[in-house]
């Protein structure tokens, strides 16, 4: 899953003033934190310390598992590049996401927020810098961005309108320092039902500010056919009443609210995660009362045991050890688009999903998937919840422990992931429909490849520790928590039982999904 981006090296050998010049074209990316130096001015060691850890942590890991490289930091900012454009947005969108979850719990003044452009050109390469317009241009994009938020450049817009769960706002032309041509600049939306949410509230507003307008004017022309108004040329009989607004004037006094299009600017969320609400900050809607309509997903009950969790295959794997799982039910199938739906109809979960309703939801954070439990089990009166980590591979190795469920040797059409033979139905960008894979000896399906699923467990880099009765391994302070499957896009080697990795809890990601499970 993870890659590098290939490097143009000046020639060797002595070149000369005539060899010429590395150049390539990258996504760059700029990033700044915001109030540096007036965070280094109250705590200085503490925020050096902070910063330090967050680009260890997350800055560039979260860069190389999109395939880019960091090319140098500048102080409280970065500067990176990617081959791929989606890939560059896509990782601003995580890193900005997942500074929402690290400063949910810290006052507002000591909030590291960063602000991030990026930007498409071709650029000058060396050894350990990059130059030129497209670098000058991603950093200015950086400098009048919002904190807590991505802006591109047109550039980029064209290149990822289509290919990412994204909403994106026109912030029209605008001229940036030491650029002659102005650059066309867009923000990013990481929900896109936020940004339709805000555009239908601002269309409702125009009609509703047309209506009074009409309505004033409806008004005026039936005050001024009352039996007894002047006629033109009479002689009022008493003194005249005060007069009417024209319309043209009580047009004009209500034009200045009725603009539908407020400038780019105005509409930038108050915060950083207006656009796309954070765990800590989300107000879940109240669940429905119990309805007898809402189907439960098809659940396959296990009787439990012992088993060998683990392998030798990946440090993340080991050690192996020995947990005791207790009888319970997982769900046969990933939740699809129509039991998410279900969900987002009654106005529990935040989104509604697009795709086949048979297929898995994707793009679900760990966060959302909380949600959704918590609305099925007001309906249902049961309480479904998320497999620990080890229910998960109890389950998924359906009694063996060979590499995968079937045998030690991948076999075709058994799994739907990129290298495995899938079904003609499977398309490059979504996963198959649930069911259309063998299911294993427990009767699940999909418990390897298909799509990424959560479970309950915080992150650990292994199983040092781990508990040995099959409940979930959980911290006080959890950033990120463990996703197992691997999707239709992983390889063959994500599709083991043993296949463990994580991602950031408030996050939504396009191969994630979930399934469910049950306590007797």
Same mark, same amino acid.
């Given at each position: ?29 700029? *990033?700044?934190?915001?109030? #540096? ?108 961005? @919002?904190?807590?938020?991505? #802006?591109?450049?047109?550039?980029? #817009? ?33 929900? &896109? ?33 009352? &039996? ?22 009580? *047009? ?37 009362? *119990? ?14 045991? @012992? ?33 998410? @739906? ?41 309480? #479904? ?54 299911? @294993? ?80």
């Amino acid at each position: 899953m993870r890659g590098e981006i290939r490097q143009i090296h000046p020639r060797r050998g002595g070149g000369s003033p005539g060899d010429p010049t590395p150049r390539r074209l990258a996504a760059i990316m700029a *990033a700044d934190i915001v109030g #540096y130096s007036r965070l280094m001015n109250t705590d200085e060691e503490g925020t050096h310390a902070r910063l330090k850890r967050i680009l260890r942590e997350l800055v560039e890991p979260t860069i190389s598992e999109h395939h880019g490289r960091m090319v140098k930091t500048t102080g409280d900012g970065f500067i990176a590049i990617f081959d791929s454009p989606v890939e560059a947005v896509r990782c601003g969108i995580v890193i900005q996401q997942s500074m929402v979850g690290r400063n949910a719990a810290l006052p507002a003044q000591q909030a590291l927020l960063y602000r991030i452009g990026v930007n498409l050109g071709d650029v000058i390469m060396d050894a350990n810098d990059v130059f030129g317009d497209g670098v000058n241009v991603a950093v200015r994009l950086e400098g009048i961005a @919002n904190p807590g938020q991505v #802006y591109i450049s047109g550039g980029v #817009y064209e290149q990822i309108k289509h290919k990412l769960v994204c909403g994106y706002q026109s912030l029209g032309d605008r001229q940036v320092k030491n650029i002659t041509d102005p650059v066309r600049v867009y923000r990013v939306l990481p929900d &896109p039902a936020a940004f339709m949410r805000a555009q239908k509230r601002r269309e409702i507003a125009f009609v509703v500010l047309a209506c009074i307008a009409l309505l004033a004017v409806a008004a005026g022309l039936w005050y001024t056919m009352l &039996p007894g108004r002047n006629l033109i040329g009479a002689q009022p009989s008493a003194p005249a009443a005060p007069a009417s607004p024209k319309p043209s004037e009580t *047009a004009a006094a209500i034009a200045p609210t009725m603009q539908p299009t407020a400038p780019p600017q105005a509409e930038a969320p108050a915060s950083p995660d207006a656009a796309t609400p954070s765990p800590a900050t989300r107000q879940p809607a109240s669940p429905p009362p *119990a309805s007898p309509s809402v189907k439960e997903p098809e659940m396959a009950k296990l009787a439990g045991g @012992n088993f060998a969790m683990g392998s030798t295959d990946d440090p993340s794997e080991k050690p192996i050890h020995q947990v005791t799982i207790k009888p319970f039910a997982m769900s046969k199938f990933p939740v699809t688009v129509r039991e998410w @739906n279900e969900c987002a109809a009654a106005n529990a979960c935040e989104f509604t999903a697009l795709g086949d309703e048979n297929a898995p939801v994707t793009n679900v954070s760990w966060s959302d998937t909380k949600q959704y439990l918590a609305w099925l089990a007001q309906v249902t009166h049961k309480p #479904y919840r998320l497999p620990s980590e080890a229910e998960w591979e109890y389950a998924a190795r359906g009694g063996t422990q060979t590499k995968y469920w079937w045998g030690d040797q991948l076999q075709p059409g058994m799994a739907n992931c990129k290298n495995c033979v899938a079904v003609a139905s499977t398309a490059a960008e979504s996963p198959a429909k649930v069911g259309s894979f063998k299911p @294993n000896s427990f009767g699940l399906y999909d418990m390897g490849g298909g799509v990424d699923q959560w479970v309950e467990d915080c992150w650990h880099r292994n199983y040092q520790g781990a508990p040995t009765d099959g409940a979930p391994w959980m911290d006080g302070d959890c950033v990120s928590h463990v996703i197992r499957s691997g999707s239709w896009k992983n390889d063959a080697s994500y599709v083991r039982p043993s296949n463990r990795d994580h991602y950031d809890t408030g996050v939504r990601y396009p191969t994630h999904g979930f399934r469910i499970a049950l306590s007797p």
